[in-house]
């Protein structure tokens, strides 16, 4: 066994005697740092956030904002963890601390009200303070130009770094503004100077108490050895739908299983013929590391719960659970993407469209894990990502679809379609594509296969949708992309 500890502010605390199932939200209060609140418990409400210093992509560190009230404390063992009471600056004996800039300037700018959900707040607005490059984006005359979205302030901040904090007790406004307001770090500012330092390596962690064990090897060999040994345990990455399970649920498994830094799972490569993203990188880390390379995936990316959530949730993740409403899954399907299975005798690469089985079934075998998704190159030329919710960001979809298709010459030559929430699992379109391939992209072409696409899949009436809710929203889903795209084709 090994003495798990994390480094919480500078100081490392052991982990004991919490239990394994123990939430970093819950280890952080029963130390005395109660500014880390529960609201939801469901990595929603954003009133636990707080930073971890993980792998960089531009830098060697990043300062990631997370839910702690998702993530096992035997998850960041070895980690370095600052909370809201971690970022101001001690001064001097009989002396209050300074400010952080980020509560400088929610306190001057009225930001705060209860008070409640302002350290989560902060948390996350310091994520987005110390991100590399922000200030690279911001409008030196302090007026606008910089982005055209009123998303992006003329400091570079982006506003989807708060969207997983919900509280708006305070009126929306006075939290941007103090947003908008904050600087550039300074040359002599801690927190930032650590992101030119190497983050904590993975650690390999046996935690057990009271017939229960989190564990984390070192590689994937080993991992997959355990897990042939370990049929019933449960595989971990970024927690976000176990720690849902452990909280609402009371979910306590007997063995946990943490895969999120195995190296193996956490590579990026884009090759000749395809792009192979490892199942163990967060969302935030894919999306900043293709920069764009793949347009259907950025589009999909903000549209992925909040950042809270992405910084935090894999790909191999969204797929290991099997869920019909993932939002990932129909964008990698219209990718024709596959997903590359392995175990301890080997590895296997399975098409996306054969992988799902049933309702939050697999092809999946015990013991197997997804060690990488992979989408073949070429991309689809006219791409694009509907989500039909409540809420324009951070809601689950009532519909999701995804749209890959080459028209060359005012045809069709090639049409994917990835749909998901009509059916018990994610599924393409298959009958829509058919009546689209080969034909011109015309309104009366589009007309016809929008009829076609309301009746693909199963949609049922549910508290998010009714059935005929979700077919009409099939149909509008393609008319809208022949809106959006004539004029690009033509031109």
């Known amino acids: 066994m090994t003495e798990a500890r994390i480094t919480v502010n500078g100081k490392e605390t052991p982990i004991a005697p919490a239990a394994p199932h123990t939430t970093v939200l819950d280890f952080l209060r029963e130390r005395g740092l109660t500014g880390t609140k529960e609201g939801c418990a469901e990595g929603e409400c954003g009133a636990c956030s707080v930073l971890v210093a993980r792998p960089g992509v531009h830098k060697p560190t990043d300062w990631v904002a997370v839910n702690a009230c998702l993530v096992p404390a035997a998850a960041l063992d070895g980690q370095e963890v600052i909370t809201s009471e971690g970022l101001a600056t001690v001064g001097a004996p009989g002396t209050p601390p300074e400010l952080h800039p980020v509560q400088q300037e929610m306190a001057v700018r009225g930001g705060s009200q209860c008070g409640y959900c302002t350290p989560g707040f902060v948390c996350s607005m310091a994520a987005e303070y110390y991100r590399p490059g922000r200030c690279a984006h911001a409008d030196p005359s302090g007026g606008t130009e910089a982005h055209t979205d009123p998303e992006h302030g003329p400091n570079g901040f982006d506003l989807h770094a708060l969207s997983g904090n919900l509280c708006r007790c305070t009126g929306y406004r006075p939290i941007r503004d103090a947003a908008f307001a904050v600087g550039e770090p300074a040359d002599e500012d801690p927190l930032a100077r650590r992101r030119e330092q190497a983050p904590p390596a993975a650690v390999a962690t046996e935690y057990a108490r009271d017939d229960s064990t989190f564990l984390r090897r070192g590689t994937l060999a080993e991992t997959l050895r355990e897990l042939r040994e370990r049929p019933d345990a449960v595989v971990v990455a970024g ?10 649920r009371s979910r306590r498994a007997g ?3 943490a895969i999120d830094r195995l190296p193996e799972l956490r590579e990026l490569r884009v090759e000749s013929d395809h792009i192979e993203i490892g199942a163990a990188l967060t969302l935030t880390e894919i999306e900043r590391r293709l ?32 869920s019909p409403i993932g939002d990932s899954p129909p964008v990698l399907l219209a990718l024709e993407a596959s997903l590359l299975l392995a175990d301890a005798d080997g590895e296997r690469e399975v098409p996306l469209a054969d992988y799902f089985t049933g309702y939050r079934q697999s092809v999946r075998r015990p013991g197997e894990l997804i060690r990488a998704v ?59 594509e ?11 072409t589009v007309e016809a296969a929008a009829r076609v696409l309301r009746g693909e899949g199963t949609p049922m009436d549910d508290h998010r949708a009714s059935s005929l809710y979700r077919s009409a929203m099939l149909g509008q889903s393609l008319k809208k992309l022949h809106a959006q795209t004539t004029e690009a084709v033509s031109s």
């Open 239 to 248: 927690s976000t739908d176990y720690g849902v399970e452990v909280n609402i």
């Open 255 to 257: 063995c946990v299983i």
């Open 291 to 322: 920069d764009g390379q793949v347009p259907l995936l950025a589009e999909l990316f903000p549209q992925f719960a909040s950042r809270l959530i992405r910084n935090g949730a894999t790909l191999g993740g969204n797929l290991g659970t099997g």
């Open 374 to 432: 992979r989408i073949p190159l070429p991309l689809a030329r006219v791409t694009a990502f509907h989500k039909i919710a409540k809420r324009r960001f951070d809601d689950i979809s009532s519909v999701a679809v995804a749209f890959a298709l080459d028209i060359e010459d005012g045809i069709v030559r090639r049409a994917r379609i990835g749909l998901g929430g009509v059916a018990a699992t994610p599924i393409r379109a298959l009958a829509t």
């Open 434 to 444: 058919a009546a689209l391939e080969g034909r011109p992209w015309t309104v009366e």
